[in-house]
């Protein structure tokens, strides 16, 4: 499938990742197909979304009526078969391996044959995903970064049987949404993940230690290491299950413990503090959310 013959994207999961994807899409001009499995999620999908637009239409980057077409480009479903009618699909579900490869069997068998199935995992092998479907040449991973509205980065990657011809279309892909493509291997973590998260865990290991409280900790980050936010606010912005999910892909496919999780991120995780989509996770997020 060529770039140019992409016209209608479908996006599984309409939590932070897949919205923001959903709006970039929408927002480049595509016809988007963005599927959950209940009505709040896709609800609260949309509201991410309009949020996002909103900030453009308050500062004057965008009309209001480009807005609501933008919106008006993104039809929700709760049906997985919707998708049949997608060019290109993106799944943006929970890190969870058995979770993908039945959604990526289902995509298999739903959508037309030359349809590349790209996945926004973390850290999950590529490889492995493609392994669940007939067309372990069609899939690839596109990795993008919270907030997707704000940050350039897609990590293009390549699993074992990913062809070129895939990477080359998903990279294309990449640039039509006004992002920075970076092809990387399908190793743990990518490139920003296996880099990034150890720092996060790094400052949660400090925190139970005591070397600074959570504040003293992401200031000394911020203006010692000129670090746009410190790495506890960018756990509770990526998301506490998230980050513990990364790291313990990372712990185990490596087999170092250098990626051992904090084991303050796993009670965070039991006691539902899991960052800004909760309200509460290293700092409170109760008024702004
Ligand atoms: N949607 C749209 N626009 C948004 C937005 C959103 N959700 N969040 C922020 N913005 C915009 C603001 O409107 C503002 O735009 P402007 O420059 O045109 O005025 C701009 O982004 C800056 O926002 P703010 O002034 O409100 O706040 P900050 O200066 O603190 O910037 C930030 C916010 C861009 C999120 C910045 O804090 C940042 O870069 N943080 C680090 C983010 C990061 O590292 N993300 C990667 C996480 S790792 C990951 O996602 C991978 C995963 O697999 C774990």
Known sequence: MKVDDIKTIGVVGAGTMGAGIAQIAAQSGFNVILRDISDEALERGI???????????????????????????????????????????????????????????????????????????????????????????????????????????????????????????????????GKTPIKTKDQPGFIVNRILVPYMNEAAWALMEGVGSAEEIDEAMKLGANMPIGPLALIDLVGVDIALDVLEVLYREFGDPKFRPAPILRQMVRAGHLGRKTGKGFFDYKDRT
């Open 47 to 177: 509201n991410i979304i309009k949020k996002s637009l909103g900030r453009l239409v308050k500062k004057g980057k965008l009309s209001q009526e480009d807005a609501d077409a933008i919106v008006g480009r993104i039809k929700t479903t709760k049906e997985l078969k919707d998708l049949a009618d997608a060019d290109y699909v993106i799944e943006a579900v929970f890190e969870k391996m058995e979770i993908k490869k039945e959604i990526f069997g289902e995509l298999d068998r739903l959508t037309r044959s030359d349809v590349i199935l790209a996945t926004n995992t973390s850290s999950l092998s590529i490889t492995e995903i493609a392994a669940s479907t007939s067309r372990p040449d069609k899939v690839v991973g596109m990795h993008f970064f919270n907030p997707v509205p704000v940050l350039p980065l897609v990590e293009i990657v390549q699993g074992l049987t990913t062809s070129d011809e895939t990477v080359n279309t998903a990279y294309e892909l990449a640039k039509k949404f």
